[in-house]
């Protein structure tokens, strides 16, 4: 049986993407937090599993506001970069696995989690930033990738709770997946940032690193935030945290944390990354 192997959440920020992409790491802004990443990349090339399901929103690239579902998975052979309106990053494209993404969402289904479905969806710094986060600049990408794209722009949102069930749904579905291969779960987004309104540029540090906590240690803390509270705590756009949710649930409850990285300021927002691993 398949099986899942570890976890990790990490912000998305576009920029990160840009600064890899225009050769700026070692730059002063960006020279700090690549170096905080190296441990991520090293702990990346020594478990690379076959499959990545990665959780991450669509920022209204893909998908227009006059249809956003709850929750859609991808089961295309392969996915592009979308372009978000100065072209596409010219990043490989990713692999699909559509044989588990069809039986995660048959299992799903079958306990009462409806799946939107989609086999061409273009995928948004959401889902390639936290691959170069991983994986720098390969030819090509060393795993297999199952996009899984929660609505965090148009309410009502799901709530935590609900992402954490579809993590526990997920994480159920790859241990009846009938064969032997290793999956990661990634949950992007957050932390602390509100991008605009009276209190763009919002990071709360005691709020993220409470949550860091709770994601390896006691993961139901982080199911009881309200939307308000994310919103009010930790801006917005902070609201992107309940897709660490996701990954969360997929995981088993006892689980060892082996990287944490918090950075402030990565453009207006606050960087995080963590990585869990199943005992
Ligand atoms: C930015 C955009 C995002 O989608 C995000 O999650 C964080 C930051 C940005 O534009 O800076
Ligand atoms: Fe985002």
């Known amino acids: 049986m398949a099986k899942v192997i570890a976890g990790m959440g990490t912000s998305h920020v576009p920029g990160l993407g ?10 002063t802004y960006w020279r700090q937090l ?18 990545n399901i990665i959780v991450y929103n669509d920022h209204a690239t893909e998908f227009s506001l006059d249809s956003y579902s709850t929750f859609t998975i991808g089961v295309g052979e392969t996915f592009k970069p979308a372009d978000e309106g100065w072209g596409p990053r010219q990043v490989p494209n990713m692999s699909g696995y559509p044989n588990l993404a069809w039986h995660i969402i048959e299992s799903a289904m079958a306990e009462e989690f409806d799946l939107a479905v989609n086999a061409s969806m273009d995928l948004d710094h959401g889902f390639t930033v936290p691959l170069s986060i991983a994986y720098g600049q390969p030819k090509e990408w060393p795993t297999s990738v199952i996009p899984v794209c929660v609505n965090v722009i148009q309410h009502p949102l799901p709530t935590a709770l609900r ?44 709020f993220d690193k409470k949550f860091l906590d709770n994601l390896s240690r006691d993961p139901l803390a982080n199911t009881r935030i309200s939307h308000t509270e994310f919103m009010r705590e ?46």
């Not at 969360?248 to 927002?269: K, Q």
């Open 18 to 27: 840009a600064a890899m992409d225009n050769g700026k790491t070692q730059e």
């Open 34 to 51: 690549f170096e905080g990443l190296q441990p991520l990349r090293a702990w990346h090339r020594t478990n690379v599993p076959d499959v």
């Open 234 to 279: 930790a801006g917005c756009e902070g609201v992107e945290m309940i897709m660490w949710n996701v990954m969360r649930g997929a995981l088993e409850d006892d689980v060892d944390e082996v990287f944490r990285l918090y950075h402030i300021p990565v453009s207006a927002t606050a960087y995080g990354a963590i990585i869990l691993e199943n005992k």
């Open 163 to 206: 992402c954490y069930k579809l993590g526990q749904a997920i994480g159920r579905a790859v241990a009846s997946f009938p064969e032997q291969i290793n999956i990661g779960i990634w949950g992007t987004g957050g932390l602390s940032h509100q991008l605009g309104g009276e209190r763009v540029g919002v990071v709360n540090p005691d």
